[in-house]
């Protein structure tokens, strides 16, 4: 709901989840959660879910604490949706489980199209994904959907990817071009309705597809501005002000 912001930090040489409330500058380490990358709030926003390591599982942690409960072995880069629905990426492929953990479902396997980054759409009925990063550079990697009900596959955008849909009946994603972008769409057809539009010329993406950007479910959003190296990074600059 916007309220809190969660992050990865590195502190001596391991990586830790680190909370804020959005109206504080003070954060506290989420206990627990050594290894932890690609963090998000349950909708209710009562737990951090994250990936520990390199697609070894997805797990959850208390916002106010507690310890950490695997949700999905193997598994990463996931999104918890509404119905305590998560859908992640083992692989190439999509499986969707219930946030309580249990046994996942296949969504989407494919010899020749990879998926990442998936995120199921509000009701349900679509999973938004980017397709073709790696290798292939960012700037080929695609934005699909796949239509559950109706079993097939079709593309959203021609070059985006970590697609994400926002209040405005938008779809918002990265750009290899380091911007953030937005198209909109029909959710009720699952359809595009219109051409694309940069929202932010300055977006850090990274040539494996991670956007550094999150969007709250009230539409507040947080992102990382580009740096002057074209693959995504950061830069840190020594600035002098007078203290009068």
Avoid: C
Wanted: net charge negative; no cysteine; charged share 15%.
């Amino acid at each position: 709901d916007g309220r809190a912001i969660v992050a990865g930090h590195i502190e001596t040489g391991s990586n830790s989840l680190y909370l804020r409330p959005a109206d504080d500058t003070e954060w506290r380490v989420v206990a627990n959660t050594n290894g932890a990358t690609n963090p998000g709030f349950s909708p209710d926003g009562q737990w951090i879910y994250y990936d520990r390591g390199a697609g070894a599982g997805i797990y959850k942690v208390p916002i106010s604490g507690g310890p950490a409960l695997p949700v999905a072995m193997p598994g990463g880069r996931a999104h918890w949706a509404e119905n305590d629905t998560i859908v992640y990426q083992f692989g190439t492929e999509i499986y969707r489980v219930a946030a309580a953990g249990g046994d996942p479902e296949l969504l989407f396997s494919s010899d020749s199209i990879p998926a990442s980054r998936p995120y199921l759409l509000p009701g349900g009925k679509g999973v938004l994904f980017g397709s073709g990063t790696g290798g292939a550079g960012v700037l080929n990697s695609r934005i699909l959907l796949l239509d559950i009900e109706a079993d097939e596959v079709r593309e959203v955008v021609p070059s985006g990817t970590q697609p994400r849909y926002v209040i405005t009946g938008h779809i918002i994603y990265g750009h290899g071009d380091q911007a953030l972008m937005a198209v909109p769409f029909d959710l009720r057809n699952l359809q595009v309705t219109g051409t694309p539009v940069t929202l932010l010329p300055s977006l850090t993406v990274y040539a494996e597809g991670s956007s550094q950007f999150a969007v709250s479910e009230t539409g507040t959003l947080i992102y990382d501005a580009a740096s002057d190296n074209e693959a995504g990074g950061s830069t840190t600059t020594l600035v002098e002000v007078d203290l009068e």
